[in-house]
């Protein structure tokens, strides 16, 4: 069945599909998660702070991002922001943030809230002992935080939060909806360019499994190795 | 006695409808070892999270070295940082360093340089017996030696009191002397000390006073020898005739 197939259109488009492509994938990625994470850690804290003032926003915001599907919010961001920027500037015309800076602020925000649920949850692991520990040496609540509680949280989690990156990874190919060139985007351009459809899409999911199973074999061999001893 | 370094006065605590704390009062001298005892849920380890505000309480006063705990406007953490407390459970941070766990609070909250912290942990270290431990993970020690480093952690903020709350209830009995013997030392240097424990080998020792407490109350307050030989209240007498039947 693959008598018919012209798997040379892979070779001739590899360096655009990696070096345009997946450069930016994996930029996409990393930025997104470092974003993510730090938003997320911080709408975590707020949500565990026990005042309402804060703790019930961050929920109202973790669940309405998670009751919303990504490609709306992929769609919404980018027509939507130039607006937002208008109006809060009071600029003449919609301010142009370019497709690149409305992914990233989307995939920050919307990974934002899968990220607080894992650090929530790490935080929730750490025991009240270590806590009172801590206080009784005099700490804040800044250096309690960031001394004792986020470090081990963030260890204990290290596993899920590279599991929940390697899924950004592969959400990330929904910015094709603005004709962006992804990895998916440039696999798309070429195979509507060439009329090769079936290998481009078949290479595309080939890659973004190798990647993703390789990187999931790792997480599995680093948990071990940092989890804490005790 | 001369000067009150840790003055209790009537302290009460409920938890919704449930009172733990029942008009708690004692007074604790500068230099003066008190053990504090009494079956389990009678409030004793809620008593001394009360003194440096790790448990907030209903009604009353505690004042330490003339700062009022429960007073809204005192610094709380500037307040514990001078108080010392080991924990049933150590609490030692896994993720640190044994010389870490000793010198963080000295660098960030107190402001030492990392030199000046370092010696005075490793001096700390020294005193318990685990000098050569320093570099090793909470985790790679036997509890009484992460007990013993708890100890160290807490002596190296310099504190004017100590608070140990049941700090050999978690060890295997072999450990068990092992920190003791640290306390004794502790003691007969003139620490402060409150100390939640059924050693009683040890409140023999070194305690000048013993404090019974039973069902949130404080039954009996009495100098040690006059405890054990002659103890008033019918609960004390109960429970020495369980603890000490072995």
């Known amino acids: ?230 | 006695m001369t000067d009150i370094q840790i003055d209790i006065n009537e302290v009460s605590k409920w938890y919704g409808p449930f009172q733990v704390l029942n008009r708690c009062s004692t007074k604790v001298g500068k230099g003066e070892v008190v053990v504090v005892c009494g079956p389990s849920g009678s409030g004793k380890s809620t008593l001394i999270k009360c003194v440096n505000g790790l448990e907030p309480f209903t009604q009353g006063a505690i004042t330490v070295d003339g700062i009022s705990v429960g007073d809204p406007k005192t610094n709380l953490p500037k307040l514990r940082a001078r108080i010392g407390m080991v924990f049933q459970h150590f609490e030692l941070f896994p993720h640190l360093t044994v010389m870490r766990n000793l010198v963080l609070a000295q660098i960030k909250v107190l402001g030492r340089s990392s030199g000046e912290a370092h010696e005075n942990g490793m001096r700390l270290l020294d005193r318990v017996g685990l000098r050569d431990q320093a570099e090793k993970f909470p985790g790679e020690l036997s509890g009484g030696q992460q007990q013993r480093v708890a100890i160290a952690r807490a002596l190296a903020m310099d504190p004017i009191a100590m608070l140990f709350d049941e700090p050999t209830s978690a060890l295997d009995p072999e450990m068990i002397k092992e920190v003791l013997d640290v306390m004794v030392s502790l003691a007969r240097d003139g620490m402060t000390m409150i100390v939640v424990t059924h050693e009683m080998g040890f409140a023999r020792q070194v305690a000048r006073r013993v404090v019974f407490m039973d069902k949130g109350e404080i039954v009996e307050d009495a100098p040690t020898e006059e405890f054990f030989g002659s103890p008033r209240s019918e609960s004390a007498q109960m429970f020495l005739s369980k603890i000490l039947q072995y």
């Not at chain 1, 899924?167 to 060439?194: E, H, M, N, P, W």
């Open chain 1, 1 to 230: 069945m693959f008598a018919n197939f012209d798997f040379d259109v892979i070779a001739r488009s590899l360096r655009y599909l990696f070096f345009d492509g997946m450069t930016f994938t994996l930029i996409l990625t990393a930025l997104a998660t470092a974003g993510g994470i730090v938003f997320g850690t911080m709408l975590a804290l707020m949500r565990l702070s026990g005042f309402p003032l804060l703790a019930v926003p961050a929920t109202g915001y973790v669940n309405l991002m998670r009751s919303v599907p990504l490609v709306l919010m992929i769609f919404w961001f980018y027509f939507l922001v130039p607006y937002i920027g208008q109006w809060l500037t009071g600029a003449e015309r919609p301010i142009q943030v370019g497709y690149f800076t409305s992914s990233l602020v989307t995939f920050t925000l919307f990974e934002a809230a899968y990220f607080c649920e894992i650090m929530r949850a790490g935080i929730q692991s750490i025991s009240r002992g270590q806590l009172a520990a801590a206080q009784a040496l005099g700490m804040s609540y800044p250096q309690t935080m960031g001394y004792i509680v986020l470090p081990q949280a963030f260890r204990n989690m290290l596993p899920v939060l590279l599991t929940q990156t390697i899924i950004l990874f592969q959400d990330t190919s929904l910015v094709y909806v603005l004709s962006i060139t992804d990895f998916l985007g440039a696999a798309s351009k070429v195979a509507q360019r060439d009329g090769r459809l079936v290998e481009m899409y078949l290479f595309a999911a080939v890659v973004y499994f190798v990647m993703s199973f390789a990187a999931s074999q790792g997480v599995r061999a680093l948990s071990h190795r940092t989890a804490i001893i005790r």
